[in-house]
């Protein structure tokens, strides 16, 4: 008779295995986490952003107001003064009327031109083929010809033969003529004499009318003007209109040479007025312009009395009196130059309407600071402030 221990283990049900089973809490889903060199990257950007942020907006901000020519109206033979810009009365966009890519330019911005020069070529070996080709047929049928006349007046041959001769010689005139002309298009010359003001493709680019490059194009390659027919548009008030008459006497200073006078006369009233600004647009052409003069340049018209030129008129430069700073040791401004607020010393004169006169130290057309920058030193960097 066997023990009890010697019988076989009884089989564990399955409620039995259950009760072993040890049980975990449930773990919570496992967050993505944001990748180190990417945390890092974003921490870099945010800095530099940071940092540009705090190097623009973290300067001192200046408000600024120009320093302005002013010239006494009745002072010198001057009725009237009015500000404008110049323009060339006679420009024009010049390029290529043929889409290919450009092989040649033989132009820079300021090259100075003439009428019929090559400014620009355009790939053109294929068309210059179909003009060789053309010229041969044309040779070709000129001998023809000249070979069925001889025929027909020796009798060996008849007028109809000599007409097709003919009419064959007449289609390679045509042919060679479109041929020539598709050639010629490849060429792109000056119109006028002029200076080239702007250059808008380089040697490589491809017109496709539309399209050049990834831009709208209408195939221009510069913008040429003629320097010897230069203007200033300018606004007369229409409460001023009555001092200005078309071939009166001028003067034109440029805001860029405030001491240097150009001759000029009122080309043209123009027959309509601005509605918003209340003014008519008057156009005053230079007499004897120089390389100084530039189209849209800042400049200011002086408008003689009727019958006499207007002589040099007595400007004066002045700026807002808070633009102008008194220590012991002088007077001075600051002239905001390059995002920078460098002092520089002037000569105060009279001083009315809250304005003061600069006799010397300033020549008119600088941005001064007129607020914010009392205790700035010399050449710190600063941030102008929007124009009201």
Same mark, same amino acid.
Request: no cysteine; aromatic share 4%.
């Given at each position: 008779?066997?023990?009890?221990?010697?019988?076989?283990?009884?089989?564990?049900?399955?409620?039995?295995?259950?009760?072993?089973?040890?049980?975990?809490?449930?773990?919570?889903?496992?967050?993505?986490?944001?990748?180190?060199?990417? *945390?890092?990257?974003?921490?870099?950007?945010?800095?530099?952003?940071?940092?540009?942020?705090?190097?623009?907006?973290?300067?001192?901000?200046?408000?600024?107001?120009?320093?302005?020519?002013?010239?006494?109206?009745?002072?010198?033979?001057?009725?009237?003064?009015?500000?404008?810009?110049? %323009?060339?009365?006679?420009?024009?966009?010049?390029?290529?009327?043929?889409?290919?890519?450009?092989?040649?330019?033989? *132009?820079?911005?300021?090259?100075?031109?003439?009428?019929?020069?090559?400014?620009?070529?355009? $790939?053109?070996?294929?068309?210059a083929a179909r003009v060789a080709e053309a010229?041969?047929?044309?040779?070709?049928? $000129?001998?023809?010809?000249?070979?069925?006349?001889?025929?027909?007046?020796?009798?060996?041959?008849?007028?109809?033969?000599?007409?097709?001769?003919?009419?064959?010689?007449?289609?390679?005139?045509?042919?060679?003529?479109?041929?020539?002309?598709?050639?010629?298009?490849?060429?792109?010359?000056?119109?006028?004499?002029?200076?080239?003001?702007?250059?808008?493709?380089e040697v490589g680019e491809t017109i496709s009318?539309?399209?050049?490059?990834?831009?709208?194009?209408?195939?221009?390659?510069?913008?040429?003007?003629?320097?010897?027919?230069?203007?200033?548009?300018?606004?007369?008030?229409?409460?001023?209109?009555?001092?200005?008459?078309?071939?009166?006497?001028?003067?034109?200073?440029?805001?860029?040479y405030p001491d240097v006078r150009y001759r000029?006369?009122?080309?043209?009233?123009?027959?309509?007025?601005?509605?918003?600004?209340?003014?008519? &647009?008057?156009?005053?052409?230079?007499?004897? &312009?120089?390389?100084?003069?530039? &189209?849209?340049?800042?400049?200011? %018209? *002086?408008?003689?009395?009727?019958?006499?030129?207007?002589?040099?008129?007595?400007?004066?430069?002045?700026?807002?009196?808070?633009?102008?700073?008194?220590?012991?040791?002088?007077? *001075?401004?600051?002239?905001?130059?390059?995002?920078?607020?460098?002092?520089?010393?002037?000569?105060?004169?009279?001083?009315?309407?809250?304005?003061?006169?600069?006799?010397?130290?300033?020549?008119?057309?600088?941005?001064?600071?007129?607020?914010?920058?009392?205790?700035?030193?010399?050449?710190?960097?600063?941030?102008?402030?929007?124009?009201?």
């Amino acid at each position: 008779m066997k023990a009890e221990t010697d019988l076989p283990p009884r089989p564990r049900s399955p409620s039995d295995l259950e009760g072993l089973r040890i049980h975990r809490a449930e773990e919570p889903p496992r967050r993505r986490r944001f990748p180190f060199a990417a *945390f890092l990257l974003f921490l870099l950007l945010a800095g530099g952003g940071t940092a540009a942020w705090l190097l623009h907006f973290g300067l001192p901000v200046v408000e600024t107001a120009k320093a302005s020519i002013e010239v006494p109206e009745g002072v010198g033979g001057v009725v009237l003064t009015a500000t404008g810009y110049v %323009v060339a009365r006679k420009s024009a966009n010049v390029g290529s009327r043929a889409a290919g890519k450009i092989e040649e330019i033989h *132009f820079e911005e300021g090259t100075v031109v003439r009428k019929g020069d090559l400014l620009a070529r355009l $790939e053109s070996r294929e068309d210059a083929a179909r003009v060789a080709e053309a010229r041969a047929e044309l040779a070709d049928a $000129e001998r023809e010809v000249r070979r069925q006349e001889s025929l027909v007046r020796g009798g060996a041959a008849g007028e109809q033969a000599l007409d097709a001769a003919r009419t064959r010689l007449d289609v390679a005139k045509a042919k060679l003529e479109v041929a020539e002309s598709v050639l010629a298009n490849t060429l792109v010359r000056a119109p006028f004499d002029g200076v080239v003001i702007a250059k808008s493709m380089e040697v490589g680019e491809t017109i496709s009318f539309g399209v050049v490059t990834g831009q709208v194009s209408s195939g221009v390659i510069a913008v040429l003007v003629d320097r010897n027919d230069l203007e200033v548009d300018t606004d007369v008030s229409e409460a001023n209109l009555g001092r200005v008459r078309e071939g009166q006497p001028a003067e034109i200073v440029l805001e860029a040479y405030p001491d240097v006078r150009y001759r000029a006369l009122v080309r043209k009233i123009m027959p309509r007025a601005v509605r918003r600004t209340s003014t008519v &647009p008057v156009r005053v052409r230079f007499l004897e &312009p120089d390389e100084r003069v530039r &189209p849209e340049m800042s400049a200011k %018209v *002086f408008f003689g009395s009727a019958g006499e030129s207007a002589p040099p008129p007595a400007t004066r430069i002045s700026i807002p009196s808070a633009a102008l700073v008194e220590r012991e040791g002088g007077a *001075f401004v600051r002239v905001v130059t390059g995002g920078r607020a460098y002092r520089r010393s002037v000569h105060p004169g009279e001083r009315r309407e809250g304005r003061v006169e600069i006799l010397e130290g300033l020549s008119g057309g600088e941005e001064v600071v007129s607020a914010g920058g009392a205790d700035l030193p010399d050449g710190a960097r600063v941030r102008v402030a929007a124009k009201r």
